[in-house]
């Protein structure tokens, strides 16, 4: 398979030599054009200028031209590639190059034919044009100039000619050449940074891989292109990475968490059961109802790591019926009654129809783990339930006058086995699985769940 660098190389400089090689032809072709027509005058006032020099050969005393200097300026023309015949007003011939110097004039017009014929691949022939001599508005005679047309290059003009196309040449080359080493260099930069993106993904791929518990290090790479795609890469890449560093983390601390909400009711059984064994303590009542609470909340801990665990492992699947939500939070309500009148506190309903098609039994389970803790972080003022028109459909708050959550623990709570807390008495209650259960219910129904500090206690916020 052909690399990217080498692909982006080949591409460019293709291109690249595709537009120089069709310039450089345009150019050649549009000089040829322009500098053949220049040359296309240059010959008819060549021939205007013959016709007025030899016309000024003639002598109107005698009647007749200076045969000696028409002799050696039509040697001269023919040097320059243009037979020249004169002849008098009476059509007797003053000067005929071919009968002077047949040889010459053979020898000029094959190497003009050879020259336009195989140097500038243009076929032409001899071409014959007659004009009248005339001397004070009188006709003296007549000159005929044959030259090779339809045009032609004096050697002078054929060198030019050829310079200038090899220029072009040479110009096209270099440039070729310099458009090569100029895509190499700019393929190397683009494919640089992804060769650096696809080496740290593979690396994160091995150090992530099954079974891989050694050699984690932090990957990160470099961010800072100039070129927005290669800078999103890399930043894609590295939060990647930072994620994975995140989740392993976040896994260890899961494991730890649960060791550690397990060991702590285990380590209780264990003593109790062994002081009773030992016979330190007798196996009364009271001792048997602490185990049995120990043992309780085993098993709750295990049942919400369950439901959470099918929770955000497998899909849910929403069993949706019809009802009012407004009944589900008075019949949740009614299940915290008696714990708020034991601890002094009042409960607020404000309530209204408010149809929606749920899930009934997990929606019942959002409100338990929130009111739950509502009563749980509250020892006095109140706690107040409120059903309103929410952004999409219905939001309800759950607002209490408790102790609140730190401002900056709030992004956490719904972390699984988060508490705010780490030392907080224990005896207040859960492992930190409650609000990740009403997280993962309410998000499962395209909802959300925010808390926030109202300045005297907190309020959770869900929108359904
Ligand atoms: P827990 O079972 O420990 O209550 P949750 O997931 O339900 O676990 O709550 C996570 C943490 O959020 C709690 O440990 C507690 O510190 C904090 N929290 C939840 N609700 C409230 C509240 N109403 N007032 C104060 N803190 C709260």
């Excluded at 076929?123 to 007549?142: A, D, E, T, W």
């Excluded at 407004?326 to 708020?340: D, N, P, R």
């Excluded at 709030?410 to 930190?432: C, M, Q, W």
């Amino acid at each position: 398979m052909i690399s990217l660098q080498n692909r982006l190389a080949l591409t460019y400089a293709l291109f690249i030599s595709i537009a120089l090689g069709v310039l450089t032809l345009v150019v050649n072709r549009f000089t040829g054009i322009i500098f053949s027509d220049l040359i296309k005058e240059n010959i008819a006032e060549k021939s205007g200028e013959i016709v007025r020099s030899i016309g000024e050969q003639y002598n109107s005393m005698n009647r007749s031209f200076d045969a000696l200097t028409v002799e050696a300026m039509g040697m001269y023309f023919v040097h320059e590639g243009y037979i020249v015949t004169v002849e008098d007003e009476r059509g007797g011939i003053v000067w005929d190059a071919r009968s002077c110097d047949m040889e010459q004039c053979a020898e000029v017009i094959n190497s003009i034919a050879g020259r336009m014929e195989h140097q500038f691949r243009l076929q032409g022939s001899l071409q014959k044009q007659q004009f009248p001599l005339m001397r004070q508005g009188l006709r003296v005679g007549n000159i005929t100039i044959e030259t090779w047309g339809p045009f032609f290059y004096s050697e002078t003009e054929t060198q030019f000619l050829t310079s200038i196309n090899r220029l072009l040449i040479m110009a096209g080359i270099v440039f070729i050449l310099l458009s090569i080493v100029i895509s190499a260099l700019l393929s190397r930069t683009i494919a640089r940074p992804i060769l650096k993106a696809k080496e740290a993904a593979r690396q994160i791929a091995k150090m992530y891989a099954k079974g891989n518990n050694h050699n984690k290090h932090i990957i990160r790479i470099h961010e800072g292109y100039k070129t927005r795609e290669l800078a999103e890469l890399s930043r894609s890449i590295n939060e990647l990475a930072g994620q994975l560093e995140e989740g392993e983390r976040r896994q260890k601390q899961l494991s730890s968490d649960i060791a550690h909400e397990l060991r702590t009711p285990l380590t209780c059984l264990q003593g109790n059961i062994e002081a009773m064994i030992d016979g330190v303590w007798q196996p009364g009542r009271e001792r048997l109802i602490s185990c049995h609470e120990e043992i309780i909340r085993l098993t709750r801990l295990v049942q919400d790591l369950n439901t959470l665990t099918n929770l955000e492992w497998h899909d849910i699947i929403l069993n949706k019926t019809d009802f009012d939500l407004s009944k589900l939070l008075q019949t949740v309500a009614e299940q915290f009654k008696a714990a708020v009148h034991e601890k002094g506190i009042a409960m607020r309903l404000n309530l209204r129809p408010s149809p929606i098609s749920a899930d009934y039994d997990r929606l019942k389970q959002v409100f338990i783990n929130i009111l739950s803790n509502a009563v749980k972080y509250t020892d006095k003022g109140s706690i107040t339930i409120t059903v309103e028109r929410g952004v999409k459909n219905w939001a309800v708050s759950v607002a209490d006058t408790g102790i609140g959550i730190p401002e900056n623990e709030i992004p956490h709570i719904f972390e699984r086995l988060y508490r705010s807390d780490k030392s907080r008495n224990r005896s207040t209650g859960g492992a930190g699985i409650g609000l990740t259960i009403a997280a993962a219910i309410t998000a499962a129904h395209e909802g959300t769940i925010t808390a926030e500090n109202s300045g005297n206690g907190s309020i959770f916020r869900v929108e359904l």
